[in-house]
């Protein structure tokens, strides 16, 4: 996996239903215009941490998540991007709930600033002092970002619908050889999570890359979640 460093409107009926980026021709201009709408969807979610707008983005390892939260953010005005690799290690992988809960969701409730060791991957050890302030909108990015204990805290959850099949290959083929081993370890592992507490069922929404945009894709097409409603 790669390693990352952290970076009152009623809610709406539904995401728009409709391509967030370039896919109608229109260029830098319709990307920027359909990202906008979405932003501008998540912005009027009502708040679930205090009065913040957490919104789990989940997928697939290698679907292309920090990509689309990067994205997001900069739509946002700079919203901050949580990733959840700075709350897993190499022992728990899925083990940063109470993590998150304590160090993250919890300040933020008060509407203080988030103050926690992050994990470097390189030293095995959680080290790394991150900040998270209680901005109008979080996004929280890693696999199981929508789990079912964090949904309650959750004021969307949005799923980028890229196949596993798909997604893996393109994760491995970005990491390169010298992390096949911990990708055949961590494709067990994501299996064995989305099977006892899949995520897509409960999205408020569902995020598709464009056909010809994917990899490296900044065009999206949004479509209403089985929770979007």
């Given at each position: 996996m790669t390693q990352h460093s952290p970076r009152a409107v009623p809610p709406a009926p539904g995401p728009p239903s409709a391509p967030a980026g370039g896919a109608d021709g229109g260029g830098a201009d319709a990307e920027s215009a359909g990202l906008a709408r979405l932003a501008g969807w998540l912005r009027g979610r009502e708040p679930s941490c205090g009065p913040v707008?957490?919104?789990?983005?989940?997928?697939h390892a290698g679907s292309g998540k920090s990509t689309l939260a990067g994205l997001l953010a900069d739509a946002l005005d700079g919203a901050p991007v949580l990733h959840l690799d700075d709350l897993a290690s190499h022992d728990a992988p899925f083990g940063w709930t109470r993590r998150l809960t304590t160090d993250v969701l919890t300040p933020l409730s008060h509407g203080e600033t988030a103050r926690f060791p992050g994990y470097d991957w390189e030293r095995r050890a959680f080290h790394r002092p991150l900040e998270v302030p209680p901005a109008?909108?979080?996004?929280?990015?890693?696999?199981?970002?929508?789990?079912?204990?964090?949904?309650?805290?959750?004021?969307?959850?949005?799923?980028?619908?890229?196949?596993?099949?798909?997604?893996?290959?393109?994760?491995?083929?970005?990491?390169?050889?010298?992390l096949a081993a911990f990708w055949d370890g961590w494709t067990v592992a994501e299996s064995a999570h989305f099977a006892s507490d899949p995520t897509r069922p409960h999205a408020d929404a569902l995020v598709r890359p464009?056909?010809?945009g994917f990899p490296g894709c900044v065009c999206y097409e949004v479509l209403e979640g089985p929770e979007g409603h």
């Open positions: 707008r957490v919104i789990g983005v989940d997928g109008p909108v979080l996004l929280v990015e890693g696999v199981g970002a929508g789990r079912r204990a964090l949904r309650p805290a959750l004021s969307a959850v949005l799923w980028l619908d890229v196949p596993a099949a798909v997604a893996w290959p393109r994760g491995r083929r970005r990491d390169g050889p010298a464009c056909e010809n």
